[in-house]
């Protein structure tokens, strides 16, 4: 293989690297596929709504009614991403039967979107650093734990693709043909919008940076039109098609009318500032700010209920549960051996990119890695809001990781010394995509979780495992009153349908659960009674009930855990060795 064939088929070449990195990752995870591990609420709620719309379920309808019967719980999300997983289990069923092609179905479809996004960072480090450098920005993505984490098999949920959507938001942005980068940028937006509002504060940031550039430049505005009217367009046809029934209400939390209008109103001034002939820059930065700023008020006058949580939810709700959830907090918070994996790979990405903004000053592509280096500043600062900015942050650092590789590498490849050349590529290599902070965090065990964090780990994951949920199914089917993170779980791996599950919609269901666990056994039965649950099933030591004994020491939960089980309780007997306990509840 010449190195000119690296350049001209690059694309055909980073499909083949993805093909063997999917079959590897299928072949490491092979254990899960075989079991539907669908560890995260997410992805098996993911799975319910991808049946539900198979079984006959309207295309409009994401309303989940084997949770909370028979009203069943409100989910904000789109049918966008069920594409893809629903269409795998049809392509595969005539071959592998349902089971299996379920199975194979939630173990490939995580890999599409990785795909795509490899060819995305592959196209901006060609444009930003060299043809050539398309080999380092695939392997330094490897290096990303949390970005990889949402590309595994199983993983089924909407983060992946909206990762890729970002990725091409970059590639837009690095493009030097106008019309191209504005409508990558437009589309990607939109697309990530479609699907939901986790990546919202990216996309508009995204759009400042093609305005900020026509601002600088006059010559920036076919970018600016095409970015406007591709990103009002995609929006209001992503709306029309995937839209739910629910989300047609004025909510906060997804693309309703709300963010619909914006994202429409925002688009055509942008269209509307690029076709003005304005010469001098200040002009146009007075113009920007002033369109920014009329868009923001109209916001604020129309919408005042979206100034606070997009979510909506009561103080006690937030108080009770959204406040708590991990990944809504602050890297900070987080211990040391989370920390240190996550933001190194984004601040050498900073670095990098920081550095070849100044080695460009004098090219025409210093103006895309400005816009690249901007994006990576804001994501590296979005990691001290929510955590969850990680993955994205990780993503968007791998440009500016290859463009210090792209120096540092051929200068130790060229040493006189073999040791230097070798063992000085290597080190290089795993120091700048990150991946020797993970080592040694794994190898010195920094910050290692205590015996009571494995405890709660190995609880959460046994409860939820397929055989040990599974012998619920000896049952007639029936309402099982079970905590609010194993809900989603239940209803994947049994017939039995449960009460609630994490999602900001149905406040009431999880409160309800909260109530019934933290309060007086009295209480519990009420509660069960209006849903119409038959039986009760716990996860002793799961992450959920530790809430309820530390915030309700003597309450309904902790008294059944400390062995006082009410007279109208009668356990139900499962398989040696369960660690699910199940009573039968008796009016």
């Not at 708590?324 to 240190?340: G, S």
């Not at 994501?379 to 463009?403: D, E, K, T």
């Not at 530790?546 to 309700?552: E, I, L, N």
């Amino acid at each position: 293989m010449r190195w000119s064939d690296l350049d001209r088929h690059w694309l055909r070449w980073v499909l083949l690297a993805w093909v063997t990195i999917a079959a590897w990752f299928l072949w490491q995870r092979w254990n899960a596929v075989h079991w539907l591990a669908l560890s995260d609420t997410d992805d098996n709620m993911r799975l319910m709504q991808v049946r539900s719309w198979l079984n006959g379920q309207s295309w409009y309808d994401l309303r989940q009614y084997r949770l909370n019967p028979p009203t069943g719980l409100d989910i904000h999300w789109s049918r966008l991403v069920d594409l893809p997983i629903a269409g795998l289990f049809l392509l595969l069923k005539p071959f592998a039967g349902a089971v299996w092609a379920e199975r194979l179905a939630v173990g490939i479809a995580p890999l599409l979107p990785m795909g795509v996004a490899l060819v995305a960072l592959a196209v901006s480090v060609r444009r930003l650093v060299a043809p050539l450098a398309w080999p380092l920005a695939v392997a330094f993505l490897l290096g990303c734990s949390s970005t990889l984490l949402m590309f595994m098999p199983e993983r089924i949920d909407h983060h992946g693709w909206q990762l890729a959507c970002l990725a091409w938001t970059v590639a837009g942005l690095a493009d030097p043909k106008q019309a191209r980068g504005g409508l990558a940028v437009g589309l990607s937006s939109a697309l990530s919008l479609t699907i939901g509002l986790e990546l919202l504060p990216y996309c508009g940031m995204a759009g400042a940076i093609v305005t900020l550039r026509w601002v600088w430049d006059r010559g920036e505005a076919r970018r600016l039109a095409v970015y406007g009217a591709t990103l009002a367009g995609a929006s209001g046809l992503g709306f029309v098609v995937f839209a739910s029934n629910a989300n047609y209400a004025m909510r906060c939390d997804a693309l309703t009318p709300v963010w619909l209008s914006a994202v429409v109103a925002g688009g055509a001034l942008l269209v509307l500032l690029s076709a003005l002939r304005v010469d001098r820059l200040p002009v146009r930065l007075v113009l920007g700010l002033i369109a920014g700023g009329a868009l923001a008020a109209a916001f604020a006058t129309l919408f005042p209920h979206c100034l606070s949580r997009p979510e909506g939810v009561s103080e006690e709700l937030a108080r009770t549960w959204l406040n708590n959830v991990r990944e809504a907090k602050p890297l900070y918070t987080m211990p040391w051996r989370t920390i240190l994996p996550i933001v190194t790979g984004p601040i050498i990405g900073l670095l990098g990119a920081l550095f070849a903004t100044w080695r460009a000053r004098r090219s025409p592509s210093v103006v895309g890695w400005a816009a690249v280096t901007l994006f990576t500043a804001f994501a590296v600062a979005m990691l001290f809001w929510q955590i969850r900015s990680g993955p994205a942050a990780q993503l968007l650092a791998v440009p500016g990781m290859v463009a210090l590789a792209w120096i540092v590498v051929p200068w130790l490849l060229t040493h006189r010394s073999v040791f230097v050349r070798v063992g000085g590529t290597v080190a290089a290599l795993l120091l700048l995509s990150s991946t020797a902070v993970s080592l040694i965090v794994q190898r010195l065990k920094i910050d290692p979780p205590d015996n009571r964090t494995k405890v709660v780990l190995r609880a959460g994951a046994r409860c939820g495992s397929l055989p040990a949920l599974q012998a619920l199914n000896r049952l007639p089917k029936a309402v099982m009153f079970t905590h609010v993170d194993l809900g989603p779980r239940l209803i994947v791996a049994t017939h039995h349908d449960g009460i609630a599950g994490p999602y900001h919609r149905n406040g009431d269901a999880i409160l309800d659960v909260h109530h019934a666990f933290q309060g007086p056994p009295d209480q519990f039965r009420g509660i069960a009674r209006r849903h119409g649950a038959s039986y009760l099933l716990t996860c002793p030591n799961m992450a959920e009930t530790t809430v309820y004994r530390a915030r309700s020491p003597g309450g309904f939960y902790d008294r059944l855990a400390h062995g006082k089980v009410p007279p109208w309780l009668t356990p139900v007997a499962l398989p040696k060795g369960s660690p699910l306990k199940l009573w039968r509840i008796s009016y």
